[in-house]
């Protein structure tokens, strides 16, 4: 689309009546069932209202415009875009997928000085572990630290998969829940 054309101003406006309906569900942190259904009830028709205004706009304009091919795009992603309106956990936005790629993005140049394949694999390896604490709701340094002290105090090979992060988050867990000796003798 060329900037400042006007006629983006309705979809643009859609658009942040959808994100209006998130905003405020977020803010007053409303369950799945009640963002699902404030999706159906308020989000449905706007997201109808946008997809007959592309599908207009695409078939009048020559389909070589910016506006005709940013209509073509969305509509090809149709199903994607709208699939929100279906599971309640779907953000109306990707903005995590797009920090995740962007991350990919700046690193791919720090990646040419690994030093070699080997350095390179490693660090890999890293960004794996890292990745997999924070899926696991593990904060990284603190699992580095401990695993890292463990590893240079001996810890048995044979038992390296407790030491991957969601069995480690468990074991941590446990072990704040078990009255220590010292807390008992007092």
Same mark, same amino acid.
């Given at each position: 689309?060329?900037?400042?054309?006007?006629?983006?101003?309705?979809?643009?406006?859609?658009?942040?009546?959808?994100?209006?309906?998130?905003?405020?569900?977020?803010?007053?942190?409303?369950?799945?069932?009640?963002?699902?259904?404030?999706?159906?009830?308020?989000?449905?028709?706007?997201?109808?209202?946008?997809?007959?205004?592309?599908?207009?706009?695409?078939?009048?304009?020559?389909?070589?415009?910016?506006?005709?091919?940013? !209509?073509?795009?969305?509509?090809?992603?149709?199903?994607?875009?709208?699939?929100?309106?279906?599971?309640?956990?779907?953000?109306?936005?990707?903005?995590?997928?797009?920090?995740?790629?962007?991350?990919?993005?700046?690193?791919?140049?720090?990646?040419?000085?690994?030093?070699?394949?080997?350095?390179?694999?490693?660090?890999? !390896?890293?960004?794996?572990?890292?990745?997999? !604490?924070?899926?696991?709701?593990?904060?990284?340094?603190?699992?580095?630290?401990?695993?890292?002290?463990?590893?240079?105090?001996?810890?048995?090979?044979?038992?390296?998969?407790?030491?991957?992060?969601?069995?480690?988050?468990?074991?941590?867990?446990?072990?704040?829940?078990?009255?220590?000796?010292?807390?008992?003798?007092?």
């Amino acid at each position: 689309m060329d900037a400042g054309d006007t006629r983006a101003a309705l979809p643009l406006s859609l658009i942040g009546r959808l994100f209006e309906v998130e905003r405020e569900a977020d803010e007053q942190q409303v369950e799945e069932t009640e963002r699902l259904r404030r999706r159906d009830t308020l989000s449905r028709a706007v997201t109808e209202q946008l997809g007959r205004w592309m599908a207009e706009v695409y078939n009048r304009e020559p389909p070589k415009s910016p506006l005709a091919r940013a !209509c073509r795009y969305a509509i090809n992603q149709w199903k994607s875009l709208t699939r929100f309106m279906e599971d309640a956990r779907l953000p109306l936005h990707n903005n995590a997928s797009e920090l995740r790629l962007r991350e990919i993005a700046v690193g791919r140049k720090n990646y040419l000085f690994a030093g070699s394949d080997a350095g390179a694999e490693r660090a890999a !390896c890293v960004y794996t572990l890292v990745a997999t !604490c924070v899926l696991a709701g593990v904060e990284p340094w603190a699992y580095l630290a401990d695993v890292l002290e463990k590893l240079a105090q001996g810890w048995p090979q044979r038992r390296l998969e407790e030491l991957l992060p969601p069995m480690w988050k468990a074991a941590r867990a446990a072990a704040s829940q078990t009255p220590s000796t010292s807390s008992a003798a007092t």
